[in-house]
């Protein structure tokens, strides 16, 4: 509940910049759903795009705060540092990644030098894994690691 | 005295037994617990608690902590059927027994569990689902192959427990990589509920845990019983060697559950 909170902290002290973040991701606005009034900064990597029928949006607040829905309903991301190792034999790294109640055993890998659009990846491998179901309320529901 | 048997070398009848038993602690609390209770417990201890340590995942007391869980759960079992040799499977996933047979943890491996063991008609009901469902859900293969037993001798081959900085990034440690190569590339590979934070909402859970913990064991046979890291004072943030693990008993520490012939069951 007070990571909720914070975050609408957040977005309502970035409305100041709300006029030049609409001029600059102006269709993108136009597209969206939301009210022009109250619209958070904007960054050019957040998304709202269709993906084998289910609506994904993604914002990027910086790390850890990042927020994903899919079909409007919020999934809660936790931050994690970690290994991967890879299947295909390749040489294991660390990088920090997104787990959430769905892929809680499988982080995907968020933005950094080596990766980029983390978070529409990760929308995407949920949409995967519901597999045409949609989130409960559960899944909005965050902890910490 | 449990022996706990390979899902390969069971008898239907066993098979039968267990899922049963399953079933009967689904709506019969015993001994203070009850079975969405385990759930509650996954969920809860997955995270960092107030105490600040990651009780249960990516930290050094993984292996004891599931030892305690699935020890528990086993004891529970055996009270609500009355029979005090029922005992948890293991599932070896290296080899070509599946569990998900319809004598056993439900046929259905591709969506929806809605017809035969683990059904809701079968007496079934999944809890605190992230997915918006009231079938349990299964997506065998479609995040995650099965480990060879090439991985597995690989992983086995890690000869240092653990180490700083104890957590899901340490290279050179064997909990960290049976942890990631094993134990989360299963609850990938089966998918589903599996793949979830409430994955005890699945049955095979519990025998992919007990797969986890019997190669904990081999791998203590062949480094040493007592070998657990960190071994005594105040690593921030973990589980020592003598310290309480949450929400276990008092004395429920890693040194206590280090030696399975203490601890009433054995791998058959």
């Known amino acids: 509940m007070t990571d909720v909170k914070r975050r609408d902290v957040l977005r309502y002290s970035a409305a100041g910049a709300v006029t030049t973040a609409t001029a600059l991701y102006g269709v993108q606005a136009l597209t969206g759903s939301e009210p022009a009034e109250g619209k958070p900064r904007r960054d050019p990597r957040d998304f709202d795009e269709d993906y084998r029928g289910k609506r994904i949006r993604g914002r990027h607040f910086g790390r850890g705060r990042d927020e994903l829905h899919v079909n409007d309903r919020p999934l809660a991301l936790t931050e994690v540092s970690t290994l991967f190792v890879p299947e295909d034999g390749s040489e294991p790294y660390v990088a920090v990644g997104y787990i959430s109640a769905i892929n809680h055993y499988d982080p995907v890998e968020i933005d950094d030098a080596r990766t980029q659009d983390g978070l529409r990846r990760l929308g995407r491998r949920i949409v995967d894994r519901l597999n045409g179901l949609e989130l409960s309320a559960e899944a909005g529901k965050g902890h910490f690691h | ?268």
């Not at chain 2, 009848?13 to 385990?38: D, I």
């Not at chain 2, 996954?42 to 699935?70: G, K, M």
């Not at chain 2, 929806?112 to 009901?125: A, L, Q, Y």
């Open chain 2, 1 to 268: 005295m449990a022996v706990r048997k390979s899902i390969a070398d069971m008898t239907s009848a066993e098979k039968t037994a267990f899922a049963n038993a399953l079933r009967q602690f689904k709506t019969t609390p015993v001994n203070g617990r009850s079975y969405n209770s385990y759930i509650d417990q996954h969920i809860t201890y997955f995270a960092r608690t107030s105490d600040n340590i990651s009780h249960a995942h990516q930290s050094p007391s993984f292996f004891p902590w599931h030892r305690e869980y699935l020890r528990l759960l086993e004891f529970d079992l055996q009270t609500v059927s009355g029979n005090p040799n029922l005992f948890l499977p293991y599932w070896d996933w290296t080899g070509s027994v599946s569990p998900f047979t319809a004598d056993f943890c439900g046929a259905i491996t591709n969506g929806s569990v809605s017809s035969g063991n683990f059904s809701p008609n079968w007496g079934w009901s999944v809890y605190r689902s992230s997915i918006a469902t009231s079938f349990l859900q299964r997506r065998l293969g479609q995040n995650a192959s099965r480990p060879t037993a090439t991985t597995v001798n690989n992983v086995q081959s890690y000869s240092v427990y653990d180490q700083s900085p104890w957590n899901s990034t340490v290279s050179n440690s064997y909990r960290n990589r049976n942890e990631i190569e094993l134990h989360n590339r299963v609850h990938n590979y089966v998918g589903g509920h599996m793949g979830t934070r409430e994955a005890p909402n699945d049955p095979v859970f519990w025998l992919h845990h007990c797969n986890i913990d019997r190669l904990w064991w081999l791998w203590q046979q062949s480094r040493g019983i007592d070998t657990y890291q960190p071994r005594t004072g105040t690593t921030p943030g973990v589980i020592d060697n003598t310290e309480r693990m949450r929400p276990f008993a008092t004395g429920k520490t890693p040194s206590a559950l280090r030696d399975i012939t203490t601890l009433g069951y054995s791998y058959a």
